[in-house]
């Protein structure tokens, strides 16, 4: 019986670093965009740091002997010195996340995030937009510091797929709305792009071979398209307690996700309910009663999981190591995976 791994608590002393760098990064000339940027970077607002717990942790299960390390240098100044360029990578991909939700909640005008008032409701949404411009530019500039073109091409791809995958929830045909292939390809613009590419960036930097960052990339894909499929479950069967926004929020705002495509397949004539809108509560209880009727949930659970294996299915393929760190942070890696798809909020 192995013992059970917190992960987050096996870089827990790096995430704090991590959040005093962030706080100190967002510090900005003017006061009111200072205190706008570091608005959710705040000490008990951050969240739970999920994204940069798995850059740390993969950056660890990936510290093995790199094919090309340069034979002069110091194993050990070369670790720190890496360890502190993978840092960065964290910290970047925090404040492009962070960017994007200031960005996405102007757009559905949403009131609350992570159980506090959003941005937009505390501040206005010129102040909301441009707070997430200032973290993409302080991203950027940290991005350049780290003088490695194929880094900086993967995190500003990632930036480019934030906006079309909002652009195409936001200018979908009926036939688009409908299809799983599109909902699928915007759930990973939206949010797996990020951690998928993040993930690839640590192996980059790491000097590892193009086979071992294409590994790290697909646990990257494969959980945040887990995540996602689970929050969509969760809009339908959370409480707003547990998920800092109102439940059945997508739904109101009009946003199909996979539990009501699945339920499609099964209740054809739920179609039309969708073609209605959902402007009407009537609507919203005929999906629902649709829904429940329907596989819908169970289904996109089903899916979630096998993304969740594919993700796991990736770190067991990483080459082979004896290190208790590197063995640490792998299981520590597919117990997230796990976690991803038995969380309830």
Do not use: W
Request: hydrophobic share 45%; charged share 25%; with cysteine.
């Amino acid at each position: 019986m192995e013992e059970q791994l917190d992960p987050f608590s096996l870089v827990a002393d790096e995430l704090s670093l991590i959040g005093n760098r962030l706080r100190a990064m967002v510090v900005a000339e003017v006061p009111k965009l200072a205190s706008a940027a570091e608005y959710f970077f705040k000490v008990g607002v951050e969240g739970k740091r999920f994204r940069p717990t798995i850059l740390l942790l993969m950056a660890t299960a990936l510290n093995m002997p790199v094919p090309r390390s340069p034979p002069d240098v110091a194993v050990g100044t070369l670790s720190t010195e890496l360890r502190t360029r993978q840092q960065c990578i964290a910290e970047i991909t925090e404040m492009i996340h962070v960017a994007s939700l200031l960005h996405d909640d102007v757009l559905d005008d949403a009131e609350t995030r992570r159980g506090v008032r959003s941005l937009n409701f505390a501040m206005g949404n010129k102040l909301a937009v441009l707070s997430g411009d200032f973290l993409l530019s302080r991203a950027c500039v940290a991005l350049a510091s780290l003088k490695n073109t194929e880094v900086v091409s993967l995190l500003a791809k990632v930036v480019e797929h934030l906006v079309t995958g909002e652009t195409m929830q936001m200018t979908t045909s009926q036939d688009q709305r409908l299809s799983m292939e599109y909902y699928m390809q915007k759930t990973y613009y939206k949010t797996a792009s990020l951690i998928s590419n993040s993930c690839k960036a640590i192996a980059v930097l790491g000097g590892h071979t193009a086979e071992v960052a294409m590994l790290a990339y697909d646990y990257g894909k494969n959980l945040g398209l887990a995540f996602q499929l689970i929050d969509d479950v969760l809009d339908f069967t959370g409480t707003s307690a547990s998920l800092g926004k109102g439940p059945l929020s997508d739904i109101r705002h009009g946003i199909i996700t996979a539990p009501i495509l699945f339920a499609i397949e099964e209740f054809p004539e739920l179609r039309y309910v969708v073609d209605q809108g959902f402007d009407k509560p009537a609507h919203v209880e005929s999906a629902l009663h649709y829904l429940g009727r329907s596989h819908g949930i169970q289904r996109t659970k089903e899916l979630a999981a096998k993304h969740a294996s594919l993700a796991c299915a990736a770190i067991d393929s990483l080459p082979k190591s004896d290190n208790e760190d590197v063995l640490r942070s792998r299981r520590a890696l597919l117990e997230l995976s796990h976690r991803v798809i038995t969380r309830t909020k």
